[in-house]
Protein backbone atom coordinates (compact mmCIF):
# COMPACT_ATOMS: atom_id res chain seq x y z
CA UNK A 1 0.00 0.00 0.00
CA UNK A 2 1.09 3.39 -1.31
CA UNK A 3 0.33 6.17 1.59
CA UNK A 4 0.55 10.16 0.81
CA UNK A 5 0.17 12.47 2.91
CA UNK A 6 -2.89 10.72 4.15
CA UNK A 7 -4.23 12.94 7.40
CA UNK A 8 -2.99 16.15 5.89
CA UNK A 9 -6.44 17.01 6.36
CA UNK A 10 -7.51 15.84 9.03
CA UNK A 11 -7.53 17.94 12.70
CA UNK A 12 -4.80 16.90 15.22
CA UNK A 13 -7.37 15.02 17.45
CA UNK A 14 -8.48 12.93 14.16
CA UNK A 15 -4.92 12.43 13.01
CA UNK A 16 -4.15 10.92 16.29
CA UNK A 17 -6.71 8.66 16.78
CA UNK A 18 -6.52 7.15 12.85
CA UNK A 19 -2.62 6.87 13.10
CA UNK A 20 -3.39 4.70 16.01
CA UNK A 21 -6.14 2.44 13.83
CA UNK A 22 -4.17 2.38 10.49
CA UNK A 23 -1.16 1.27 12.87
CA UNK A 24 -2.89 -1.64 14.44
CA UNK A 25 -4.32 -2.88 10.71
CA UNK A 26 -1.03 -2.75 9.27
CA UNK A 27 0.10 -5.09 12.14
CA UNK A 28 -2.89 -7.12 12.30
CA UNK A 29 -2.96 -7.88 8.88
CA UNK A 30 0.94 -7.87 8.51
CA UNK A 31 0.22 -5.29 5.64
CA UNK A 32 3.75 -3.41 4.30
CA UNK A 33 2.84 -0.26 3.36
CA UNK A 34 4.97 2.88 2.01
CA UNK A 35 3.68 6.32 3.62
CA UNK A 36 4.86 9.23 2.53
CA UNK A 37 4.77 12.33 4.78
CA UNK A 38 5.95 15.63 5.96
CA UNK A 39 4.92 14.96 9.47
CA UNK A 40 6.89 13.72 12.09
CA UNK A 41 4.50 12.29 14.58
CA UNK A 42 3.33 10.32 11.54
CA UNK A 43 6.61 8.97 10.79
CA UNK A 44 8.03 8.33 14.61
CA UNK A 45 4.12 6.53 15.46
CA UNK A 46 3.97 4.77 12.43
CA UNK A 47 6.73 3.58 10.87
CA UNK A 48 8.74 0.64 11.61
CA UNK A 49 12.19 2.10 9.61
CA UNK A 50 12.05 5.44 8.56
CA UNK A 51 14.19 6.96 5.43
CA UNK A 52 14.94 11.36 5.46
CA UNK A 53 15.66 12.63 1.77
CA UNK A 54 16.77 15.64 1.31
CA UNK A 55 17.10 17.42 -2.32
CA UNK A 56 16.26 13.54 -3.55
CA UNK A 57 19.30 12.34 -1.66
CA UNK A 58 19.26 9.68 1.67
CA UNK A 59 20.09 11.01 4.29
CA UNK A 60 19.48 8.99 7.14
CA UNK A 61 17.49 5.02 7.30
CA UNK A 62 17.01 3.41 10.27
CA UNK A 63 14.57 2.90 13.13
CA UNK A 64 12.39 6.20 13.59
CA UNK A 65 13.49 6.31 17.75
CA UNK A 66 17.26 5.73 16.77
CA UNK A 67 17.00 8.64 14.11
CA UNK A 68 14.98 10.66 16.70
CA UNK A 69 17.77 10.19 19.44
CA UNK A 70 21.14 10.16 17.45
CA UNK A 71 20.60 12.37 13.54
CA UNK A 72 23.00 12.30 11.60
CA UNK A 73 22.90 15.68 10.27
CA UNK A 74 21.92 19.21 11.12
CA UNK A 75 19.06 18.74 8.88
CA UNK A 76 18.13 15.81 10.18
CA UNK A 77 18.17 17.20 13.69
CA UNK A 78 15.91 20.57 12.70
CA UNK A 79 13.25 18.21 11.15
CA UNK A 80 12.54 16.31 14.18
CA UNK A 81 13.01 18.85 16.47
Known sequence: MLFDEPFSNLDANLQSKIRTELK?????????????SHNKEDALHIADKAIILYKGEIVQQGKPKEIYKNP???YVAHLLA
Not at 24 to 36: E, M, Q, R, S
Request: hydrophobic letters at 45%.
Open 24 to 36: DILNKTKTTALFV
Open 72 to 74: ATD
